[in-house]
């Protein structure tokens, strides 16, 4: 088991000023279990993130997310930079927008991508200094203890604002692996990932 070999990362609070995002072209390497966490993570100073508006429709969100072949996109204050969460392609085709319009008896489109997002204080979240001295294990063993496909980095800049500054995803995590990712499902996910570090 990872968990045996690997310790989760320390969490982290989102400061009540929320973080910012800097900002741009994404490669895709293989990895081990023992490689650099930073070889999973997606540098926000190397790649452009795709965002959306809290205002913007769950099939606005869904729509960037095919064009850009994305499966997480970072809400972002309307006309600002101030990151106020995420949404995933979980959050959108998974059961909670279909509950939640029933319970508002509204039709699933008129949902807003704030209604189903995940705010950042409701996150999991690393700080850059320990990602920069851990192992893919870590971060692998980190997203299992939390039961997200997903989490955040944070480092602070030089006049003291909390900046994201990277992100963590089981999936592409899975494809630098060449595991071939075709559910949404968290645990069958890390069952997949355990499964290709064990050598079945």
């Known amino acids: 088991m990872i968990s045996d070999r690997y310790n989760p990362l320390p969490q982290l609070n989102v400061c009540t000023k929320g973080c910012f995002v800097l900002g741009s072209k994404e490669s895709l390497t293989y990895i081990k279990v023992d490689s650099p966490a930073l070889s999973v993570m997606t540098d926000l100073l190397q790649v452009q993130p795709v965002t959306v ?5 769950i099939g606005q969100a869904n729509q960037i997310m095919i064009v850009r072949s994305v499966r997480l996109l970072l809400v972002v204050e309307t006309g600002g930079t101030r990151v106020i969460g995420v949404i995933t392609a979980r959050d959108l085709l998974g059961e909670k927008p279909v509950r939640l319009a029933s319970h508002r008896g509204i039709r699933r489109d008129e949902l807003m991508v704030r209604d189903v ?24 063993a980190t997203l ?21 500054r990277g992100i963590f995803s089981a999936s592409q995590i899975a494809r630098q692996l060449g595991v071939d990712m075709t559910t949404h499902e968290v645990a069958r996910t890390f069952a997949e990932i355990e499964a290709v570090f064990a050598g079945v």
């Open 53 to 57: 508006e809290p205002g913007d429709t």
């Open 144 to 164: 299992e203890k939390c039961g997200r496909q997903h989490a955040v980095v944070f480092e602070m800049s030089e006049d003291g604002r909390q900046i994201l």
């Open 117 to 140: 997002m995940t705010t950042l204080d409701a996150m999991e979240a690393m700080d850059m200094d320990d990602v920069r001295a851990s192992r893919v294990g870590h971060i692998i």
